[in-house]
């Protein structure tokens, strides 16, 4: 039988749903129930009632998933997908960083560990990152671990002081702003988008700024037909086979060769069959930060 159809039969025999981020190869969305950015996937994972819930993605996410279901499995199909941006805040690094700025509400991205979720007030993702933020209505708050989201929100909502933690991730900084001034030199019609998580000096120069979900949307509803996409190659690749599937004649480019994150491609259909299978890798949060952790996640979902 081909893999993809062993994996639907298993699915359906086990009670699973498989969430997918848009940076996971691309062959994953055929097995997929739902693929979108961080903060769609929470949602999703908030409402199903499957038995399983297999995290298509890196290790927070399952993680996050976890929160929402803890009565549930959670499986994690490659043990090796982690995210340099989570981890590089740890729980001594945030308390030092709250010390140095005491009594100011702290919200976490949600590429961050159950424990540091733990010791923040709120979290956020990309995509409602300036809502929540502005949802405190207080004049200054602490943001970790991404500087330059937190920086990007500073910039959007212009009355509120981010005072940011100095983690990044490591794909989107390889975009620079030589890499955008060449591509708008090479293709002179295309829209250029891209993720918050790039250097501001690139987000300042695009044309647009949004999550994964709202950069696929966004070319999605375009009238114009010439993309440059400056974020993983994901994004690129699911834009490329729609516009082929729904023979829009719109084309898209990723900004330039490397921009992919490694982490979100260890998992492969042959893992999502044997973590199916197996019911590995099982993602657990500690007991003593399981409450805490879940309530900033909360939090974020009441944000109207
Ligand atoms: P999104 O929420 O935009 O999908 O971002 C997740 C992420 O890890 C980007 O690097
Ligand atoms: Fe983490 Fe960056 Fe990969 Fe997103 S692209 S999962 S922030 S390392």
Not at 189 to 217: N, Q, R, W, Y
Not at 228 to 253: Q, W
Request: contains cysteine; charged residues 30%.
């Amino acid at each position: 039988m081909h893999i993809i159809q062993e994996i639907k039969e298993l699915k359906k025999k086990k009670n699973a749903v498989i969430l997918a981020h848009c940076y996971q190869p691309v062959e994953v969305d055929e097995v997929a129930d739902f693929v979108g950015d961080s903060f769609y996937l929470s949602q999703m994972a908030a409402k199903t009632d499957a038995d399983i819930i297999v995290f298509a993605g890196v290790h927070f996410m399952a993680q996050s998933a976890k929160l929402l279901n803890p009565n549930k499995k959670v499986l994690l199909p490659n043990e090796k997908s982690g995210c340099f941006m989570a981890d590089m805040i740890d729980v001594p690094a945030l308390k030092e960083f709250k010390a140095k700025n005491p009594d100011i509400p702290v919200v976490c991205y949600i590429n961050s560990t159950a424990e540091v979720k733990a010791e923040c007030d709120i979290c956020c993702t990309s995509s409602n990152a300036v809502k929540i933020v502005k949802s405190l209505n207080v004049p200054k708050v602490l943001f970790v671990p991404d500087t330059y989201l937190g920086k990007w929100v500073e910039k959007q909502l212009g009355n509120v002081e981010v005072i940011t933690f100095n983690g990044y991730c490591p794909t989107h900084l390889r975009i620079r702003v030589v890499d955008i001034e060449n591509a708008r030199k090479l293709y002179p019609k295309a829209k250029i988008l891209a993720h918050p998580e790039c250097h501001h000096e690139v987000c300042k120069i695009v044309d647009f700024v949004g999550s994964t979900k709202e950069i696929m949307e966004y070319a999605e509803k375009s009238e114009d037909k010439e993309f440059i996409i400056a974020t993983e190659k994901g994004v690129v690749d699911r834009l490329n086979r729609d516009s082929l599937l729904n023979n829009t004649g719109k084309s898209f480019r990723l900004i330039k060769e490397d921009i992919i994150c490694q982490n979100m491609k260890w998992n492969t259909l042959e893992d999502i069959k044997n973590c199916l299978i197996n019911e590995k890798y099982e993602i657990n949060v500690d007991t003593s930060v399981f409450d805490k952790a879940k309530r900033t996640i909360q939090r974020m979902l009441e944000v109207k």
